[in-house]
T-cell receptor
Framework: GAVVSQHPSWVICKSGTSVKIECRSL??????MFWYRQFPKQSLMLMAT?????????EQGVEKDKFLINHASLTLSTLTVTSAHPEDSSFYIC?????????????FGPGTRLTVT | GDSVTQMEGPVTLSEEAFLTINCTYT??????LFWYVQYPGEGLQLLLK?????DKGSNKGFEATYRKETTSFHLEKGSVQVSDSAVYFC??????????FGKGTLLTVNP
């Protein structure tokens, strides 16, 4: 149990277009979903925290108008990179949480590699 | 704020060698500590965790002990295999439930 999927696993798009990445918790309802960005050979940088039915909370320095997050249900969150540019090329990873307190766990998706040409 | 410092790699070992990857942290309160592993082209998988001081997390032959006095959570394995080649991330989760990651350590195990 506790599987998180992402779609697509990789995408190539042209500069100026928008790309949507989906994150789904397949066998549980996620309390919260997080979106991370990972540059080559670097650590994960938290972009935003997403709760179902409410606006995402963005980390400092992350452009909310560029990285649109929608958390439509307890099993689905989407990240849309709007007007993508080559510098947005990165590995995007989502995670979904389950439980509270002592039972709180965070599960990661396999990631989506975005390349903007 | 919270921070995690782990030894920089890359680390290259021969099969059956002993592995240690150092990790120290700075946090307020009593964080939970984690080691995650990332295989090439994949997302993160939880390797082990410890939620309070002196706890030892273990999985697949890997171990790490939560040392509050030294604010450390070093990862060890007595005999590494080629299949252990991956990037290892130390992380902490503070009271805000957000994970703070170290920069990762690339481990390569040669046959």
């Amino acid at each position: 149990g506790a599987v998180v999927s992402q779609h697509p696993s990789w995408v190539i798009c042209k500069s100026g277009t928008s790309v949507k990445i989906e994150c789904r918790s397949l066998d549980f309802q996620a309390t919260t979903m997080f979106w991370y960005r990972q540059f080559p050979k670097q650590s994960l940088m938290l972009m935003a925290t997403s709760n179902e039915g409410s606006k995402a909370t963005y980390e400092q320095g992350v452009e909310k108008d560029k990285f649109l997050i929608n958390h439509a249900s307890l099993t689905l969150s989407t990240l849309t990179v709007t007007s993508a540019h080559p510098e947005d090329s990165s590995f995007y990873i989502c995670s979904a949480t389950k439980g509270q307190g002592a039972t709180y766990e965070q599960y990661f998706g396999p990631g989506t590699r975005l390349t903007v040409t | 704020g919270d921070s995690v410092t782990q030894m920089e790699g890359p680390v290259t070992l021969s099969e059956e060698a002993f592995l240690t990857i150092n990790c120290t942290y700075t946090a307020t309160g009593y964080p939970s500590l984690f080691w995650y592993v990332q295989y090439p082209g994949e997302g993160l998988q939880l390797l082990l965790k410890a939620t309070k001081a002196d706890d030892k997390g273990s999985n697949k032959g890997f171990e790490a002990t939560y040392r509050k006095e030294t604010t450390s959570f070093h990862l060890e394995k007595g005999s590494v295999q080629v299949s252990d080649s991956a990037v290892y991330f130390c992380a902490l989760r503070g009271s805000n439930y957000k994970l703070t990651f170290g920069k990762g350590t690339l481990l390569t195990v040669n046959p």
